[in-house]
T-cell receptor
Framework: DAKTTQPPSMDCAEGRAANLPCNHS???????VYWYRQIHSQGPQYIIH???NNETNEMASLIITEDRKSSTLILPHATLRDTAVYYC????????????????FGTGTRLQVTL | KAGVTQTPRYLIKTRGQQVTLSCSPI?????VSWYQQTPGQGLQFLFE???????NKGNFPGRFSGRQFSNSRSEMNVSTLELGDSALYLC?????FGTGENIQYFGAGTRLSVL
């Protein structure tokens, strides 16, 4: 799986948009970009994923650059409850060895939302 | 719909003992994966089960084992506990196996402390 690079920490004011970048310059054409977050000592929570196109759901938007080498997770109106560690994960769509299922977590970005 | 349920939530054991952790996946999900989270190593993949068979295994010693039952519930066992096994053990379930398209949903985890 391609490796990802994320800033270790970011701050965001409550009510503002939080834009979390992720670099995945070695991503291949059959690899998804996934985002999870983990609020202190809880299990990771799925946020969104995409392959090539931008995606939006009720939690966030995912913007993937045209060359797919980087992406941005956008939380449109951050609240204090969005304070968490955010993980960007690249995950192969299919593998003959069946290893496509596993998630390889990096160190993530610690997002602190403040008043 | 109930989420992934892990029991117990907290566990204290002493070195040399063994421990069994339990995971009930989301109804209808047939794949269960286990992860270990420690401050030093982060989130690491342990193994994945689908249709009662281990499909993938991470880089952990043989003291770590698991199984899956016909109802998709899974257990993991750690024998001869070491201090370094103290961690948050997370279970994740997904509909199927072998593809990066299947979203994994995590439980709250079992926090194991080895004294």
């Amino acid at each position: 799986d391609a490796k990802t690079t994320q800033p270790p920490s970011m701050d965001c004011a409550e009510g503002r948009a939080a834009n979390l970048p992720c670099n995945h310059s070695t991503i291949s054409g059959n690899e998804y970009v996934y985002w999870y977050r983990q609020i202190h000592s809880q299990g990771p929570q799925y946020i969104i994923h995409g392959l090539k196109n931008n995606e939006t759901n009720e939690m966030a938007s995912l913007i993937i650059t045209e060359d797919r080498k980087s992406s941005t997770l956008i939380l449109p109106h951050a609240t204090l409850r969005d304070t968490a560690v955010y993980y960007c994960i690249v995950r192969v769509a299919y593998s003959f060895t069946g290893t496509a299922s596993k998630l390889t977590f990096g160190t993530g970005t610690r997002l602190q939302v403040t008043l | 719909k109930a989420g992934v349920t892990q029991t117990p939530r907290y566990l204290i054991k002493t070195r040399g003992q063994q421990v069994t952790l339990s995971c009930s996946p989301i109804s209808g999900h047939r794949s269960v994966s286990w992860y270990q989270q420690t401050p030093g190593q982060g989130l690491q993949f342990l193994f994945e089960y689908f249709s009662e068979t281990q499909r993938n295994k991470g880089n952990f010693p043989g003291r770590f084992s698991g199984r899956q039952f016909s109802n998709s519930r899974s257990e993991m066992n750690v024998s001869t506990l070491e201090l370094g096994d103290s961690a948050l053990y997370l279970c994740a379930s997904s509909l199927a196996f072998g593809t990066g398209e299947n979203i994994q949903y995590f439980g709250a985890g079992t926090r194991l402390s080895v004294l």
